[in-house]
């Protein structure tokens, strides 16, 4: 039988929210892809398919449950490698980049898998660890290792956004469990030495959105025009937006990339500010209902899970809304459940199951 306790504890407002999330998402990429030549099933239909797929993804990681999941962390981590190396053997290329793997009809995004590995694993790896003093530099090697491998992976595809949130949200993970001022001095520093380093491997064109950034009028017809449009898009919509469907930006095909990176201009031209701050509303909703299952959490490991899936939205839908308004470069980060992505979608969907989880188990203890 199930028990009684995980039904009354399950999180049906963070359902509700996630239903309006994702009817938002539909209405706004059927304009975006309206002017767009059809190729097969329209691009808001398969966004529907993929949130339906992610429904069952997050019904299956809430059933089988958070200390279950956890005890599969390592060779799921590993598993999630594995797949990151080949796809730089047997990897699709697509525009330059070689990120896809086809599994038959089906083509997966493997490094959208590494951010639900690394929450895992670094829950698995404090929970075994616990201790009641801030970590030392030297306590958090392994940790970060866990983090940078599968970044690294991720960056040579090349994938800069999705590296920089493999990161971002391992870095929450390690920092809510207390770390040393100094140790993280010690860090700040030795990142900045690093950056010289990692700048080297960047790509040419990663290297053109840095300084477009800088100066948009250098090169505003190059490197600078996904973002210059993205801040026209945003600005002519004022306050009430110019209504669905008759954005000129991207009905003119003038905004690049208008159903995945920069889905959200096309919602602030037509939408204007009122329908930004409903979608920004609704996403803070989402956030705010995962930080208090974490503090909710009935032990340790359920607390950095549930940090860990709450990351893995907030900083997309911070860096994403800051990427499209010109405040932070052009990094390819799309925002949650309003960007076009099933693979992104479906793990997103995956982490707030294991959010579901933990609040579904906080009054159910098991015999260590």
Not at 20 to 38: F, Q, T
């Amino acid at each position: 039988m199930i028990d009684r306790r995980l039904v009354t504890n399950f999180d049906w407002l963070l359902v509700a929210l996630l239903v309006a999330l994702a009817c938002c998402g539909a209405v706004n990429l059927y304009s975006a892809a309206s002017s767009m030549e059809d190729v097969g099933t329209p691009i808001y239909l398969k966004q529907i398919y993929w949130f339906g797929l992610g429904l069952l993804a997050m019904v299956a990681t809430a059933t089988v449950g958070y200390q279950r999941l956890a005890t599969l962390a390592y060779p799921f981590y590993l598993a999630v490698v594995a797949s990151l190396l080949a796809v730089h053997l047997f990897g699709r290329v697509v525009a330059g980049a070689q990120r896809w793997l086809a599994l038959g009809p089906i083509v997966v995004q493997p490094s959208e898998l590494a951010r639900l590995a690394v929450i895992l694993v670094l829950a698995h790896y404090f929970h075994r660890r616990d201790q009641n003093e801030p970590y030392k530099l030297r306590q958090l090697l392994a940790p970060v290792a866990l983090v940078a491998l599968p970044a690294l992976l991720i960056l040579k595809q090349p994938d800069l956004g999705t590296a920089v949130m493999v990161l971002i949200v391992g870095a929450s993970v390690i920092l809510v469990n207390g770390v040393r001022w100094t140790s993280l001095v010690i860090a700040s520093v030795g990142l900045i030495g690093v950056l010289p380093v990692l700048w080297r491997f960047m790509k040419d064109y990663q290297k053109r959105r840095i300084f477009s950034f800088l100066d948009p009028e250098s090169d505003p017809l190059g490197a600078a025009y996904h973002l210059i449009q993205s801040k026209i898009a945003v600005g002519s919509g004022q306050f009430w937006g110019k209504g669905w469907m008759a954005g000129t930006q991207s009905q003119l095909h003038f905004l690049p990339e208008q159903h995945t990176d920069f889905a959200f201009s096309v919602l602030a031209e037509e939408w204007g500010f009122i329908g930004a701050v409903v979608v920004l509303s609704l996403l803070a909703a989402v956030v705010y209902r995962g930080l208090m299952h974490a503090l909710r959490a009935k032990d340790r490991m359920g607390m950095l899970i549930v940090v860990g899936a709450t990351a893995s939205i907030f900083w997309p839908t911070f860096i994403n809304a800051g990427m499209v308004a010109g405040v932070f470069p052009v990094v390819g980060i799309p925002l949650p459940f309003i960007s076009y992505g099933g693979s992104s979608l479906v793990s997103t969907m995956a982490a707030l199951g294991l959010i579901q989880g933990v609040s579904m188990r906080r009054f159910i203890f098991h015999r260590q």
